[in-house]
């Protein structure tokens, strides 16, 4: 199995909503990772986890809170967000690259279509 | 920070080869070099990856230059089904830096 789910496909949501993204993969992949792409332009990184820790953030607003509840899955919660949040979210998963680097090839999930009103 | 430099699109008939470039000036030596595409935003699909040496698989050829501060992408047949944006990355640890990509169109 080298397939990365996430759900829902498709959200709109207010701002004053909460809800939350899911992602799971069951390839035992112990680093996974969120991104966000605006239309048009690349995946930027969001937060990484590695061996279900947070390990890199990147400075993104505490509205996004990442959680690993275990080794297979990641969820993003969403609070108060903003209509400049609209987006692609997505999730994907690799092996956990050692300090000289090396392969680790991530695999992506085909992403959640966020809509803010 | 962008490591690198792709052109914004670039225009290929079906069935040639599709070449693209990628600048990477400031890659350090542990650092490699992957290749992605991503079509109608649909997640990314990996494609092929490098450190030195030139290397070949079952869609693709990715060649680096000597100095690595630069390589490119050989699609050797292209299909319409290979319209996507490219992205070529530079990987360091657990971070993926995409560039800004390169759409391909292939034409009939």
């Known amino acids: 199995d080298t397939e990365v789910t996430q759900t829902p496909k498709h959200l709109v949501m207010g701002m004053t909503n909460k809800k939350s993204l899911k992602c799971e993969q069951h390839?035992?992949?112990?680093?996974m990772y969120w991104y966000k792409q605006k239309a048009k332009k690349p995946p930027e990184l969001m937060f990484v986890?590695?061996?279900?820790?947070?390990?890199i953030n990147e400075s993104v607003p505490s509205r996004f809170s990442p959680e690993c509840p275990n080794s297979s899955l990641l969820n993003l919660h969403l609070h108060a967000l903003q209509p400049e949040d609209s987006a692609l979210y997505l999730c994907?998963?690799?092996?956990?690259?050692?300090?000289?680097?090396?392969?680790?090839?991530?695999?992506f999930g085909p992403g959640t279509r966020l809509t803010v009103l | 920070d962008a490591k690198t430099t792709q052109p914004t699109s670039m225009d290929c008939a079906e069935g040639r080869a599709a070449n693209l470039p990628c600048n990477h000036s400031?890659?350090?030596?542990?650092?490699?070099v992957y290749w992605y595409r991503q079509i109608h935003s649909q997640g990314p699909q990996y494609i092929i990856h490098?450190?030195?040496n030139n290397e070949t698989n079952e869609m693709a050829s990715l060649i680096i230059t000597e100095d690595r501060k630069s390589s490119t992408l050989i699609l050797p047949h292209a299909t319409l089904r290979d319209t996507a944006v490219y992205y070529c990355?530079?990987?360091?640890?657990?971070?993926?830096?995409f560039g800004s990509g390169t759409k391909l169109n292939v034409k009939p």
């Open positions: 994907a998963s690799s092996q956990v690259g050692g300090r000289l680097g090396g392969h680790n090839e991530q695999f």
């Open positions: 390839m035992g992949h112990r680093a």
């Open positions: 986890y590695s061996y279900e820790k947070l390990s």
């Open positions: 400031t890659i350090s030596g542990n650092e490699y």
């Open positions: 490098g450190l030195k």
């Open positions: 990355i530079v990987k360091d640890f657990n971070k993926f830096y």
